[in-house]
């Protein structure tokens, strides 16, 4: 029986995640399948359970990035530190999943190869996504990191917890007076119609890990503003990149033969929906 793999989440229809793993398997020559499941947090652990050995490893996303750190067998230390998994691997002993956080790396890969300035970040949301937001602008350098969310309380609490600069209510007047040199949008793509979001950041390079659609609602206000906007779908294909050595070889740090090819084949497999960009 082919070997098998899926990401898994809630709502999971408009997930790029099938078409680029599809794609990288592809070059690599590698008789896997990788598909998309729905799954909410409550029901994580007993989809696990019902695994065969046919089971490779799995991509989680929003909600069960939390849920997937609970139930994980062991963790690598970037999961340990954040409390939050994105990737879990079948364990050589078939006991169970590893879990590791390939965010922070395809985060701070995706920022890095856009050329753009992680000095003084801002933050925008509060979930899972924004903690390796948080540990992704440190990698990066961030001298000053900042947090901002609908609930202050929910804010400081990330920047506490992770050392960033301060936590801020997305509502107060202070963030009109960052000196950010970029900012990192974790909120869901619907989210950016109504979050309220001073017109003076605009002026600051705008990534959005939201891709569905894309131009995502924040990123059309950034647009008209005539500031610059970059859309998720690079951390999406970076972060996957990690994945992809895990399932392969247990380590996120064992590179993939010609990994450029590999990029450049999911890349190809995304291009239409980035038109927009």
């Given amino acids: 029986m082919p070997e098998q793999l899926a990401v898994l989440g ?6 790029l995640s099938p078409r680029i793993h599809r794609a990288a398997y592809a070059q690599l020559g590698l008789p896997w399948r990788y598909s998309a499941v729905r799954c909410a947090a409550a029901e994580l652990g007993t989809f696990l359970a019902g695994r065969g050995p046919e089971w490779r490893g799995l991509s989680v996303t929003m909600p069960l990035k939390e849920e997937a750190h609970r139930l994980a067998r062991s963790l690598d230390p970037v999961a340990e530190s954040s409390g939050v998994v994105n990737t879990l691997a079948r364990r050589a002993d078939g006991r169970g999943w590893d879990g590791y956080n390939t965010d922070v790396a395809g985060l701070a890969a995706a920022i890095r190869d856009a050329g753009l300035d992680a000095a003084r970040t801002l933050v925008i949301g509060t979930g899972a996504t924004a903690v390796s937001a948080v540990l992704a602008a440190q990698q990066l350098g961030a001298a000053q990191l900042w947090v901002a969310g609908r609930r202050r309380t929910a804010a400081h609490a990330i920047a506490r917890r992770f050392g960033a600069t301060d936590g801020i209510d997305l509502a107060d007047a202070e963030l ?35 891709y569905d659609p894309w131009p995502s609602p924040l990123a059309e206000r950034w647009r008209a503003a005539g500031g610059t906007a970059h859309p998720g779908t690079a951390m999406l294909i970076e972060q996957a990149i990690v994945q992809v050595r895990i399932f392969r070889s247990g380590d996120p740090t064992t590179l993939l033969p010609d990994e450029s090819a590999v990029r450049a084949a999911m890349r190809g497999a995304t291009a239409s929906a980035d038109m927009g960009r």
Avoid: K, M, Y
């Fill in 176 to 210: 009109r007076r960052l000196p950010a040199t970029l900012v990192i949008s974790t909120l869901p793509g619907p989210a950016g119609h109504q979050a309220s979001i001073p017109a003076e950041l605009t002026a600051v390079p705008l990534f959005d890990v939201a």
């Fill in 10 to 15: 809630l709502p999971i229809s408009h997930s």
